[in-house]
């Protein structure tokens, strides 16, 4: 039997009133023990790309894949399902995050004056998000904390949006643009400024592998770096010095993916990524011919040995 309309109004209005009644039952504040939870699982959220990147940079530097795979790059690919470029974007978004983290700080009692209180601010305003601080990777390390302040202050002193972000880095940009003057397989220089990743790796030599708009994909014989411009020295090289020294890292990198080098070995091959020239010594011939010798499993038949080398007998 149909309702009739009064009927189905007269029902609704019941239901109506029930949710009134439901909306204003109290709900328990938070103890202050469950809001200090609720600030600390919000900041693992908000930090998630930068822990994210904390994490692929200690596994590969200290190569703990190294027990399943031979690169850092096709270790991310089989467990993470990483392009090739992906780890070193996130790598590069935790690194400018402790840029700023460095950095911002000592804006603070500017922007706190600025907006008339010196109680206003007590901690930077930092991202939360990666797609804030890729637009950052853009910028040398120095303008980084600058860009993100001046962000901030166009948000109304909140986080900014990527988009605010990308927009100051742009008018940065606009004023001081180069472009990236580097080609793939050019053997350059590393410039460690104040960059943390690439401490003690100054001076040493390494092969561009990939260009991108605004930096550079090295490879060293035991690493790879996503570096800018400014980190980069080139060696000028001739195309067949290139070839040369990509030979000898290829070699290099042979001998340091074996996992069993003693401090001796790696002395030697720390000292041939220092090279100042596009050829080895007779002598760094001969060490690196004994290396390959005693390391290498593939056999010695195969190896390119200087015409006078002299096979010495190794007690064991």
């Known amino acids: 039997m149909a309702r009739s309309k009064k009927q189905w109004r007269k029902r609704r209005k019941s239901a109506s009133s029930t949710s009134s009644e439901l909306a204003v039952i109290p709900i328990a504040p938070l103890t202050v023990s469950e809001e200090s939870d609720r600030n600390s699982l919000e900041r693992k959220v908000e930090r998630a790309f ?8 200690e596994l590969r530097d200290r190569r703990l894949y190294r027990s399943t795979h031979n690169t850092f790059e096709e270790y991310c690919r089989d467990r993470f399902d990483y392009t090739r470029r992906r780890p070193y974007q996130l790598i590069e978004a935790a690194q400018i995050y402790d840029n700023l983290i460095e950095k911002c700080a000592k804006f603070l009692h500017i922007r706190a004056s600025h907006l008339g209180s010196p109680q206003v601010l007590d901690m930077p305003v930092l991202p939360t998000k990666e797609g804030q601080v890729q637009p950052l990777s853009q910028l040398e390390r120095e303008s980084q904390p600058l860009a993100w302040e001046t962000a901030v202050e166009e948000a109304g ?8 972000v990308k927009n100051v880095v742009r008018r940065i940009k606009d004023e001081t643009s180069a472009p990236v003057p580097f080609r ?3 053997v350059c220089q590393i410039m460690a400024k104040d960059n943390p990743e690439l401490r003690g790796k100054s001076g040493c030599w390494c092969i561009v592998s990939e260009v991108y708009e605004f930096s550079c994909l090295v490879s060293t014989w035991n690493s790879e770096y996503l570096l800018r411009p400014e980190n980069l020295k080139s060696l000028r090289y001739s195309t067949d010095e290139c070839k040369q020294m990509e030979n000898l890292g290829v070699r290099m990198t042979e001998l340091y993916e074996t996992g069993k080098l003693d401090e001796a070995a790696l002395w030697v091959l720390n000292g041939l990524a220092k090279l100042k020239t596009p050829y080895l010594t007779l002598l760094e011939s001969k060490l690196l011919a004994l290396l390959e010798l005693e390391y290498l499993t593939n056999g010695s038949d195969n190896l390119n040995y200087p015409p006078d080398f002299e096979f010495l007998q190794v007690d064991r």
């Not at 930068?50 to 940079?57: H, I, Q, S, V």
């Open 157 to 164: 002193g909140k986080v900014p949006t990527g988009r605010i």
């Open 184 to 186: 793939v397989g050019e």
């Open 50 to 57: 930068y822990e994210a990147g904390m994490a692929l940079m």
